[in-house]
């Protein structure tokens, strides 16, 4: 024991140990206050937290060399080495990055010892702690300031339609045998209480959203309706304001969805609205739907974007866009009316139906919301064929929005035609003729009502001196047609679309006003009954009855009908047949012995990959949606409904089959 | 008895079977053959035996034949008996099924006058 405590093990504990020791020579000036003070011996711990540092002020005069941080040490060491007082403090090492936790205590006079430990990581959690403290404060304040404001904004916006109706009210009894004055005063009330009751849906809408009582009631919806109704409400803002609206599709393949019309178009429309309101007058509004693809089956996913050439926001505003109450402030903004629950009523809406938004905008320069939406698809087969009458027809697009002749000229494309398109009116006249002089005319003209360089009537006019009367024109236009509607007819127009153009109506109307004579027709590939003739059916249907009556109407088409009486029948029909042997498996569900799911199940886990994959569809009896489901878990394509309608039967098998 | 004068005797929809059979020829042959393999034997075999499960699957059978027919009564009395028989004894099962048993008289006496 006595040999350990001899043996200079005492100093290699301290040169060895983890912590840093050092030993702290004090000077005292004329007037008995701390000087400076030297480092006289440090141990190997120290002198790595300290780092090269340590050379710099080993046995000199620390206050000299790091002045502030000596200030902070000065004391303590003062008070060990002069008062035999044991200190703590916390401060920066010299080597400055870190923190020190430093204690000290007496040694001699003048002289005193000091442990330092390096607690710079903890340093650093507790700083990071406490601005994160500080940030949720501050939001929190910002986010009660914000809600005071509103409150107090709100409240004038309120008083101020509640003050016109009483005032207005009050001079229409004060004059109430005049009815001129009368009749003004009511109008003026009833525009007061529309905006009232707006603002107040505007703030239950808000509560009920942050509540989260919003619900989603989904319908069917055809986009073309949606986006023409949108329109018509949208266009009397427009016109007011003299604005110029461009609005097109491009790539919408399913026009039929189930979706929440209600919300929809209140989002839409509400966005709309904005842009017109922050744009001036003789700004431009583009807006556009897409269809893009869609990983999930049965769903599409569409983009509705809203562009405007209006006052745009900044850069500091644009995070915070999507905020409650927030509208940017800047004295144009505080001119236009608005709660500043627009957007944030609209964001949620459109992220509890699954999607979402964003906004690009440059102050002065304009701003562009985009809405990302997955919608479910109904099962209307799509209506994307090429069209046989119409087939390797040229067609040209007379418009000055080159959105509009891209996604037009995609639609003619996927019909078969053979789509140009010109943003000028004198170049397509031109082109015309020069078609016609080299046998290669147009069939149809699609033109724009307002194309800059000639007059919508004048150029059909001169397309007509061109191609005679035969030949279909018609006109696209984004504006309400019935205005333009004689003049058009008169000058020789075929008929007309209203934007946003859909390919559905694109080819109804093709196809109705189609003048090309039937003789030179070339057989119809998609007549109904040659397409279905030989398709070898497997009917799987337990009563006997039943099983004759579908036969004998599948007959008739052209099917060609094998039966069975049960699900293990039919599987081991399939089991032992070839690939092409059956085309379809009608499957009835309710069976002795082995029922349609389980059958559907078998068959989908046949080894032979060509056998497994034949097209099922189910025959159901009812429309539930369970059973519908069950009929796709089992891995069946599809369902036709009970009793067979040779119709429908064709309508899913051009689904299925082709 | 032509085809049309019998569906007005059993309460059913003759155009609607004309649409989807086509043929008087086809739609009688289809009659003839109803009587025995509709499914009612089925039905009332389970109906005495009390086993509702076995009733449900014949009423549903009797149902799909009907409405392949366009025997309108009948299918709706058969239908309504289906439902009802779904999870198994009601106690408006007994009235529904003597509703089914009136008009499944009543259409095969119509059949009988076909002949």
Known sequence: MEDILRN????????????????????????????????????????????????????????????????????????????????????????????????????????????????????????????????????????????????????????????????????????????????????????SSNHLLALIN?????????????????????????????????????????????????????????????????????????????TDTGGTISVRIREVHSDIAGMGKYI???????????????????????????????????????????????????????????????????????????????????????????????????????????????????????????????????????????????????????????????????????????????????DIEEEAKAAGVTAFWQKPLFLSSLRSVLLQTCTRSEETEPEPVFKEEKLFTGKKILLVEDNELNREIATEILMESGFEIDKAENGSIALEKIQNSKPGDYDLVLMDIQMPVMDGYEAAIAIRNISDKQLSAIPILAMTANAFDEDKQKAINSGMNGHISKPIEIEKLFDTLKVTLI | MTVEECYNALKGDYSQARARLHSDNIIKKFMLKFPGQCGYDKLSQAMDEKDYKEAFVASHTLKGVCMNLSFTMLEKSSSKLTEALRDGYSDEVPGLYAQVQDDYRQTIEAIDGLQ
């Open chain 1, 202 to 278: 505007d703030v239950l809408d808000m509560s009920r959203i942050e509540s989260g009582k919003i619900n989603i009631h989904e319908q069917e919806v055809n986009l073309s309706e949606l986006m023409h109704d949108f329109m018509n409400i949208i266009q009397p803002q427009i016109a007011d304001k003299h604005q110029e609206l461009y609005i097109d599709t491009m790539d919408v393949i399913h026009e039929d969805v189930y979706a929440d019309i209600q919300h929809l178009e209140r989002v839409l429309i509400n966005i709309a609205g904005n842009a017109i309101k922050y």
């Open chain 1, 304 to 482: 509705f974007s809203i562009k405007d050439t209006g006052v745009g926001m900044s850069e500091d505003f644009l995070p915070h866009v999507f905020e409650v109450f927030e509208r940017e402030r800047n004295s144009t903004i505080s001119k236009i009316e608005g709660t500043g629950l627009g957007l944030p009523i609209a964001k949620n809406i459109v992220e509890i139906m699954g999607g979402t938004i964003c906004v690009k905008s440059r102050k002065n320069k304009g701003s562009e919301f985009v809405i990302t939406l997955p919608l479910r698809l109904q099962e209307k087969h799509s209506n994307g064929e090429s069209v046989e009458k119409l087939f390797g027809l040229r067609a040209m697009i007379i418009d000055d929005d080159f959105n509009v002749c891209d996604s037009v000229s995609k639609m003619l494309s996927k019909i078969g035609m053979e789509p140009e398109w010109t943003l000028s009116g004198k170049e397509a006249v031109l082109k015309a003729q020069q078609a016609k002089e080299t046998g290669r005319s147009f069939y149809a003209y699609i033109v724009d009502w307002k194309v800059p360089d000639m007059d919508g009537v004048e150029i059909i006019k001169r397309l007509r001196i061109i191609e005679g009367d035969e030949t279909p024109i018609y006109v696209l236009t984004a504006y309400d047609y019935s």
């Open chain 1, 8 to 191: 200079g093990f005492a100093e290699q504990l301290l040169e060895n140990s983890p912590y840093g020791f050092c030993i702290v020579h004090l000077e005292l000036d004329s007037s008995g206050s701390p000087k400076d003070f030297q480092i006289v011996y440090a141990n190997k711990a120290f002198a790595e937290i300290e780092g090269s540092a340590y050379d710099s002020f080993l046995n000199k005069n620390f206050c000299e060399i790091f002045p502030s941080i000596g200030e902070q040490y000065k004391q303590i060491f003062y008070e060990s080495a002069y008062m035999n007082k044991v200190c703590e403090t916390r401060c920066h090492a010299a080597s400055k990055e870190k923190y020190l936790n430093v204690v000290s205590y007496p040694l001699s006079k003048g002289i005193c010892g000091c442990i330092v430990r390096d607690i710079s990581n903890n340093m650093r959690n507790e700083l990071e702690q406490k601005a994160v403290i500080e940030e949720a404060l501050m939001q929190a304040r910002k986010a009660s300031k914000a809600k005071s404001d509103f409150l107090s904004n709100m409240s004038h916006d309120i008083r101020t339609p509640m003050n016109a109706i009483i005032g207005f009210a009050a001079i229409a009894a004060g004059h109430i045998d005049k009815k001129d004055k009368v009749k003004d005063c009511l109008t003026k009330i009833m525009a």
